[in-house]
Every structure is written in C-alpha cells, then in structure tokens.
C-alpha cells in the first residue's frame, strides 16, 4: 500500500483516525523515505512555533484593550440602570397585587389640553393631599394611589402615582406638585386596577428616568413627608 | 453578563489574534493595525456573533477577511504604480531593504499566496483542525488541504535551501 503526501500530512497534524493512524505508521516504519518526510513535516511545525509564540507571551498593546475596555464599560452602565430598574419594579409589583380597589371617585387634573405649558401645572388639592399623605402603596382618600417616591436630579422629591383614569410624577417645589409628566391608568370602566395597566408602566419606566437614586423605601419616605418633602440639602 | 463574557473572551482573544495577525501581515505596524481593525469590528458587529457559538472562529474570520479585502485593493495599487516605483528607484526598492531585517521564517512565508499563507498558519501555528480552518476561510475541506500542502512543500523547499 501506499502513503499519499495528503495522509502524510493529516498524520503529522493529527487529523487521522486511530485505525489510519496506525496503518500508516506501520507503512512509515518499513520506509525510511517516508519516515525523513514525516520528520520534516513535523520539523517544519516545531519551526513555525518556534517562530510565531513568543508573541503569546508579549504584552498586548493597550491600542488594542482599551477599545474593549471602553465597550465593557458602556455595557456596565446598562447593566446599572437594568438593577435600579429591578429596584422599581418590585414594589410597584407588590403595590399592584393587592385586592381590587373599590374608588369611585373620578380624578380630574388639572391639565390642559395643550394650550399650556407643562411647568405651570400643578396638582390639585384632592392628588396634592394625596401625594402629601399617602406612602407609597396606600390609597388615598380620593383613589389615588403614590406607586413610588424619589429624588430627581435637582434634589426635588418627586412621587408617581396612579388614580382611577389617569396618572401621573410630580415633584414639589415651593408652589405645591408641578406635574412633569401624565399618563393613562387603570382601567376607567372596570373600576379594577389590580394589576400594572400599560399606563403604570410607562409611569415607572419615566420615574426611572428621572431619578437621581433609588427609590424611596418606607423610612425614607415618612423621613420626607414630616419634612414636607421639602428639596434636600 | 453575555455582554462581560464578549468582552473578556474577546481580550483573552488578543495574544493569539497578534500571533495570526503577525503570520498575515508583512511587517510589525500591518500586523498591529491589522488587530486594531479586528478588533473595532468585532465591537460593532458584536450583534451578529450568535451566542453558543466559538468566538475565536468568529473572530480569526473577521482579522482573515479584513486582511483579504485590504491583500486585495493592495494588489490592485501594486499593479498600477509598481512600474513607477521601481522606475524611481532602481537595485533599491525599500522592499527589499525592509526584506533584509525579517527572519528566514518570515521571508519563506511571504513568498506563499496569501490562500497557502492563512492555511499554514491556521493549522501550524494556530492548530485549527482541517475542518475548523476550513469554515473560517470559509471554503471547502478539499481546498485548505491542498493549500496547506501546497504552502508546505514550497516552505520546506525554501527553508530547506537555507540550511
């Protein structure tokens, strides 16, 4: 039998089967020839590794980590907004489990069909008393519900709270609760919220945007309402 | 956490991207700019390496194709201003100086077709199984073998020679 150059070389970069392995190396042993081959075929190997490996061992360019490093960095960024945004939705998760809430008191806010400007406007009495009282979870006397508290970037405490038909995240300031944003609620007709409407949602995915930190948790939050939540220092 | 996961295996990546990279290019300062082109895109396409599958593979094609297409337009600028050149310059082309400070290693290997080039170094130097080389080239198992014969014959000729 013969040994092809092809076999030859699949023998010397271990690409044969046990069984064709052997049957060529019992061909190599009667066959001086193909034994010089082999030996060269397995030298000119030694020779590139010899060649080519100390680069392994050589530092790598920081031109070529820091790129890397640089986009690991970003991906860290997202993954601490992923858990404060994990923080969020716990106990909005937990608020919204509790049984079905009997309101029948239909919130009316003070917002205008877009002839003004969102920074004149403020909640009225019944939601401000409402974000001035209520923790987090409660319902307040009017059906309003406070879904979290938290400081935004200026220092203003800031609550989102969901009512029967609408709701929305106001911060305070010296006027009263300037209403930054507003959405849909629960669910206008069934009178049952038990669950995080769309509207809830996209009410703590904007509280998420605007706060500077964490959400409030329950200490923190009668820490603020006996100081009026007023701005912190 | 799939994200720290691309990004550490694709620094882990790096000494060996070098060594191909090295193997590749024709001198120090190809083979760096080589890496840094790899590397950049492999960042942007980051979305299409598909997870579970080897991210070396992934990686070696990238450095493998870029060096192709640059191997490619290079040629084409050879072709158009070499007569030029070497009428500029005649007996001292800066090639050759430059040739005189590589290594024996290095000068057989830049006599190979960049196609027998990649073949031996994916499965000489960087030890890819046949089939492995093959889907990074991304050709048949019957061609890099051929190739890598070819290329093999024609080194140990070369190096054979000098010793």
Redesign the interface.
Known sequence: MTVT??QL??LA?G?LGELEAARIRREIAHDPELARQLA??EA??S???A???P????P??K???Q???D??KV?DF?AVRAARKRWFDQPAARYFAGPAIAASVVIALLVGRGGEQANQIYADTQIAASLDTALSGEVAAGGTKVLLSFRDSSGQACRAWSGKTSGGIACRDKTGWRILQTGASGKSQSGDYQQASSGDAELLAAAQEMAAGPAFDRDQEQAARKAGWTAAE | MQDDAFHSGLTALLPRLRRFASGLARNPADADDLCQATVERALVSRQQWQEGTRLDSWMYRIMRNLWIDEARSRNRRDKTFAHEDEGLSVGASGGQEAAVELSLVDRAMQHLPDEQREAVLLVLVEGYKYAEAAEIIGCPIGTLTSRLLRGREALMLRLGEAT
């Open positions: 150059p092809e070389a699949a970069d690409e060269e075929l000119l190997s020779m590139l590794s060649h080519y490996d680069i392994l061992a050589e790598v360019p031109l070529l980590t790129p890397i490093d986009a690991a991906i997202g």
